[in-house]
T-cell receptor, first 113, second 113 residues
Framework: AQSVTQLGSHVSVSEGALVLLRCNYS??????LFWYVQYPNQGLQLLLK??????LVKGINGFEAEFKKSETSFHLTKPSAHMSDAAEYFC???????????FGAGTRLFVKA | DVKVTQSSRYLVKRTGEKVFLECVQD?????MFWYRQDPGLGLRLIYF???????EKGDIPEGYSVSREKKERFSLILESASTNQTSMYLC????????????FGDGTRLSIL
């Protein structure tokens, strides 16, 4: 069975600091991995995804994530936080042939001035 | 750009009422999904549909039903609303293939009094 664990329900960083949001997954077959962002009173929108190929994936708004199969991780990073990055972030996993996408519980990012 | 439109942003209903939540997508996607989102629990799948008139139960289908009479429209029905169904409801659509991202509506915040 697939599962997703996001470490830390809340993360707080200062503006300009590194953002690191952690995601670990379990999957019996090669996974597809996603990061979504949700701003207040909105639905989720795709930040980036990993399907096959290069393990370092670049997304929108300066975010990137690295697929590490040996660690079953897909952590999200951004070198320098901006106030507009304050939102909730969801890691998700799906598999070939499956309809379901499994979402993590989410990590709320706070950015301090 | 994919557009997923949910008919209401906010809805207040009474216990025992039959409630309809409507979702329309404009990208001819085969797959559509209904989730509920609660703090600390992430997104939980209620029902999904992979074709017109086809539906499958998700992880928490009790108390809900769905209808998909046309490809672009997927309706969620609360047969007899209860207070524990107060939540944020998100609709999503997805093209063919598990590696495709889901596209979300802005959500309906439903309160059952």
């Amino acid at each position: 069975a697939q599962s997703v664990t996001q470490l830390g329900s809340h993360v707080s960083v200062s503006e300009g600091a590194l953002v690191l949001l952690r995601c670990n997954y379990s999957s019996s077959v090669p996974p597809y991995l996603f990061w979504y962002v949700q701003y207040p009173n909105q639905g989720l929108q795709l930040l980036l995804k990993y399907t096959t190929g290069a393990t370092l994936v670049k997304g929108i708004n300066g975010f990137e994530a690295e697929f590490k199969k040996s660690e079953t991780s897909f952590h999200l990073t951004k070198p320098s936080a901006h106030m507009s990055d304050a939102a909730e972030y969801f890691c998700a996993v799906s598999n070939t042939g499956g309809f379901k996408t499994i979402f993590g519980a989410g990590t709320r990012l706070f950015v301090k001035a | 750009d994919v557009k997923v439109t949910q008919s209401s942003r906010y809805l207040v209903k009474r216990t025992g009422e039959k409630v309809f939540l409507e979702c329309v997508q404009d990208m001819d996607h085969e797959n559509m999904f209904w989730y509920r989102q609660d703090p600390g629990l992430g997104l939980r799948l209620i029902y999904f549909s992979y074709d017109v008139k086809m539906k499958e139960k998700g992880d928490i289908p009790e108390g809900y039903s769905v209808s998909r009479e046309k490809k672009e429209r997927f309706s969620l029905i609360l047969e007899s609303a209860s207070t524990n169904q107060t939540s944020m409801y998100l609709c999503a659509s997805r093209g063919d293939g598990a590696g495709q991202p889901q596209h979300f509506g802005d959500g309906t915040r439903l309160s059952i009094l």
